[in-house]
């Protein structure tokens, strides 16, 4: 076990993709950070534009992220061992040469050159904040001058009453998705990701995660998407 939590080793990492009929916008919040990506590096003279992927997971995002240009290359890293072999599978349709998974802890990893871009989704909320502060200064300086930066996660609204409807919001989708499937173990588990999220000491909130990007030494800090419990922020290295 290292210092990252390895939170997906049970039945929400065998079951992962279930997740995505809970998460009704999931699709739309893909296509959003695809967009993204494609219109950051539209104008690039790159023959090459690397960009790195913290928590592939199955590979969803890191599919994305590869169709928004024929030119990136995806270095993805997942600490779990189940996600890097689904990924791997999931990506063959691929050249090779376009992606690379590496099962590794997200501080281990180092980038040989520094890297054109940096996209990650639903896996920074789910390390605690001190973590996550290293982590994000661990980013800034695998990134080159002027990288773009973009995550698609769990940014919990700074007002309590907005956080409170959004958090109701997501617990009685996991009620009504996973009782219709009847699947009471993935219902009882997910629910239990969601409140351990939801701990002071992990708890991602936009104005602090704001903060801690600007500490980190990102600029140009945005949120251009925002559904429910989500939200994409964007940034750039300075």
């Given at each position: 076990m ?60 890191t ?44 501080l ?20 605690n904040?001190?973590y ?42 996991y ?19 969601e ?44």
């Amino acid at each position: 076990m290292t210092d990252q939590e390895r939170r997906f080793s049970g039945l929400a990492g065998s079951d992962y993709e279930r997740i995505i009929e809970a998460v009704p916008y999931f699709h739309e919040i893909q296509e959003e950070l695809g967009k993204i990506v494609k219109e950051a590096f539209r104008d690039s003279d790159e023959g090459w534009i690397r960009i790195d992927e913290m928590g592939c997971g199955t590979g969803i995002t890191t599919r994305v992220i590869l169709e928004a240009d024929p030119r990136i290359q995806v270095t993805a890293v997942d600490n779990e061992r189940m996600m890097v072999v689904n990924a791997r599978s999931n990506l063959r349709v691929y050249p090779l040469h376009r992606w690379e998974v590496i099962q590794a802890d997200a501080l281990e990893y180092m980038p040989a050159i520094c890297s054109d871009g940096f996209a990650s989704a639903n896996t920074l909320h789910n390390f605690n904040k001190e973590y996550r502060r290293k982590y994000l200064s661990h980013v800034q300086r695998c990134l080159a001058p002027g990288a773009l930066f973009v995550n698609a996660d769990k940014y919990a609204y700074d007002d309590p009453e907005q956080f409170k409807e959004t958090l109701s919001w997501q617990l009685k989708q996991y009620v009504e998705v996973f009782s219709r499937m009847d699947r009471f173990d993935l219902l009882r588990e997910w629910s239990e990701h969601e409140m351990y999220d939801k701990q002071s000491h992990v708890i991602m909130r936009q104005g602090e995660a704001i903060k801690d990007m600007e500490d980190a030494g990102f600029t140009d800090i945005q949120v251009p998407y925002r559904n429910q419990m989500h939200a994409i922020l964007t940034a750039r290295k300075k």
